[in-house]
């Protein structure tokens, strides 16, 4: 939308809001649009599609018929818009309750559903229903991002169209498109999944994110009606899990620890192949200064994916599956690495986090967010507001100057809205009946009613009443939207070792210092530490801790399932460090000798900039992306390549691509080159 337009759409729906009886379509063009030119076909498909932006941000426009008119008769069709049908109900919530709402809405800050969640948060303190709440110690769960992907299936999901993606099959091995009509995306045995309609065999299928091969294609003209109460979390609850399996592998004596934990010796004579601990048959023996381990499985490509990022330092002899997994990630990553490198060019202010262009859609949304939020918290510093709603300074001030001059048709002064902020406090007079938040878009309902379900895994929020009374008041608030949310399921977010998240939040709350074995999978070792314990948080199901750590004498992060053992040392914390401001805490501290690296990520890994926090982004033809990175030690990038194969090459320094495509070489010899 154009700036114009921005201004046309909030005039209108100002006029549309604040008449009894409606304006007849001649009016509003007149008096609105100020249009004396353009045909009546034309005009009338700018009013369509106006319509339709409204309805998009909440807003439905009544029609309003004399008796014993037609209804597609302009002359005598009047158009309003119902002061109550669009808003927001009334929500009242306690202190408990808020907390709950306030840690499902930040479980997607880091997810696709982010802004979603951050906008009905705003609805809701604008209504005036938000209570102030202090948040759990040590309670920090996020959902990882899943990917452009995702991304892409929300949107065809909400807006209801079809899409098409190259998908690996499980059954045959092979990839084909498909063309699908995305009914639902849900979490299942760590993994996410797309349930929808496959058009090419009428009938219900379960995709599996992880073997999407190409990015997706939303088919705007293909759309489509999903089944009537239809819940993704049902339907995947019927999705049985894969049985254990039984892999071969081949590594060097005494290397890939973290893999070894889990795996066993075999004989010569044992393989892979069948379910129940009964292995087949694997003709040859590891090389000189290799050992044979069996290794347990449940999907082939998950354990392709970890073994390819071990690049020459392992070899999948059995099942063909895994083999091929693997061989299949090697030969992306090669053929990749050796396409000829793009310009490495990066704007003059390039942003830190690479975001999606904000359009004249985004501010319109935003200016019809900022009123009742400024109704409801009169005075506040111009600064805070425009932090509240992510933007800078001189944006907000757009929105301002756009809203003051915003109002009735033809109206007098006093039919305009009246906003003033001339010492650096914003107050609001004239509000024009914009003095109520809007009600939840689709996208909203299903980012808090879907955080809050997935909160029900934490035993400490589910055992109290907070987290039902809440869902019960956000399901009342989103009507239909609400209904909708059944479509997305989140993950687990419950620890895997309660023992040591117990452990640790105790250590937070007393100040007391902990001692750990800790595995290292970069160093291939496990190290004794003494740490003190700032905060926990997770991404789905993988706890992690930020603390100082006295051994390296800076802020590290650690997960807990790589903690071998935990226990008080016994010492009071020194305070030396503080915890870093806002989430995430990055996995990793920056220091000044940090090396920066440049990647280029192919259009179906792009979300890898985010996950490992590009400092700086430029688009690539195509879809791709340049991102630049900065790390401790470039040693573990070629691992990275390896595991995402096709989806990353390094670009710089050279000695690193090097190194990287030295790394994918080897690994290849192993599998006949």
Not at 107 to 118: F, Y
Not at 362 to 370: A, I, S
Not at 543 to 564: G, K, S, V
Request: hydrophobic share 40%.
């Amino acid at each position: 939308m154009s700036s114009s337009r921005t201004e046309r759409l909030l005039n209108l729906l100002i006029a549309l809001l604040n008449t009894r009886y409606g304006l007849r379509r001649g009016e509003l063009r007149e008096k609105i649009y100020h249009d004396s030119s353009s045909s009546e076909a034309a005009f009338g498909r700018m009013f369509e599609r106006d319509k339709s932006d409204l309805r998009h941000f909440g807003f439905e426009v009544e029609t309003v018929t004399d008796n014993g008119w037609s209804s597609d008769d302009p002359a005598t069709t009047r158009y309003r818009i119902g002061k109550e049908s669009n808003r927001l109900p009334d929500v009242t919530l306690t202190p408990a309750e808020c907390t709950v709402l306030i840690l499902a809405a930040q479980l997607w800050e880091q997810a696709a559903l982010g802004s979603a969640a951050q906008n009905a948060m705003r609805k809701l303190q604008a209504s005036g229903g938000m209570a102030e709440a202090e948040l759990p110690l040590g309670v920090q769960p996020r959902i990882k991002p899943a990917g452009q992907a995702f991304e892409d299936l929300i949107s065809a999901m909400h807006s209801q169209h079809a899409v098409s993606f190259q998908y690996l099959a499980s059954s045959t091995g092979r990839e084909e498109v498909r063309v699908v009509e995305p009914w639902g995306l849900g979490s299942r045995f760590g993994q996410w999944y797309l349930v929808g309609l496959d058009r090419g065999r009428n009938a219900q299928r379960f995709f599996r994110l992880s073997r999407f091969t190409s990015a997706v294609t939303i088919l705007d003209k293909e759309t489509y009606t999903p089944p009537t109460a239809f819940n993704v979390r049902t339907e995947l609850a019927g999705l049985p899990e894969l049985p254990i399996r039984t892999a071969v592998v081949d590594v060097p004596a005494g290397k890939l620890l973290g893999l070894r934990k889990r795996a066993s010796a075999v004989q010569e004579t044992e393989g892979a192949g069948t379910t129940g601990g009964e292995p087949a048959p694997v003709s040859g023996e590891p090389d000189d200064g290799w050992e044979r381990l069996a290794v347990p499985f449940r999907d082939a490509e998950v354990l392709g994916e970890e073994l390819a990022s071990y690049g020459p330092n392992v070899v999948a002899v059995s099942p063909a599956e895994v083999a091929s997994a693997v061989r299949r990630r090697l030969v992306a990553a090669a053929e990749f690495s050796a396409f000829p490198a793009p310009v490495i060019e990066f704007p003059a202010a390039a942003a830190v986090k690479r975001t999606r262009k904000r359009t004249s859609e985004d501010q319109l949304q935003r200016m019809l967010q900022l009123v009742p939020f400024l109704v409801h918290n009169q005075g506040l510093h111009i600064s805070d507001v425009a932090a509240r709603f992510g933007v800078t300074r001189k944006e907000l001030e757009d929105d301002l100057r756009i809203l003051i001059c915003s109002g009735l048709p033809e109206g007098y002064p006093d039919d305009l809205l009246d906003i003033q902020w001339e010492d650096d406090h914003v107050y609001i007079t004239q509000d024009l009946d914009l003095n109520r938040p809007v009600r939840f878009t689709v996208d909203e309902a299903c980012a808090l009613l879907t955080g809050l379900e997935t909160l029900n895994g934490l035993p400490e929020l589910a055992e109290g009443s907070a987290l039902e009374s809440v869902t019960v008041k956000l399901m009342a608030a989103a009507g239909e939207e609400g209904l909708r949310a059944a479509s997305v399921a989140g993950p687990e977010v419950s620890p895997a070792n309660s023992g040591y998240l117990e452990t640790i939040r105790n250590a937070i709350r007393d100040g007391m210092q902990l001692r750990l074995n800790y595995f290292s999978p970069q160093r291939d070792s496990v190290s004794e530490r003494d740490v003190e314990p700032l905060r926990l948080y997770s991404l789905d199901n993988t706890w992690y801790f930020e603390a100082y750590c006295h051994n390296a004498r800076a802020l590290r992060n650690f997960r807990l399932d790589r903690i071998e053992r935990l226990q008080p040392n016994g010492l009071r914390a020194t305070e030396a460090a503080k915890p870093a401001d806002g989430f995430p805490a990055k996995l990793f501290t920056p220091n000044d000798d940090d090396t920066l690296v440049t990647v280029e990520l192919a259009p179906q890994g792009t979300g890898l900039a985010e996950d490992y926090y590009a400092e700086r982004t430029a688009p690539l033809p195509g879809g791709g992306l340049l991102a630049e990175i900065r790390v401790g030690s470039t040693a573990w990038l070629p691992t990275l390549v390896t595991q995402h194969g096709g989806e990353v090459r390094i670009l710089a320094p050279a000695a690193v691509a090097t190194a990287a495509r030295e790394w994918i070489r080897r690994a290849l010899a192993h599998y006949g080159g």
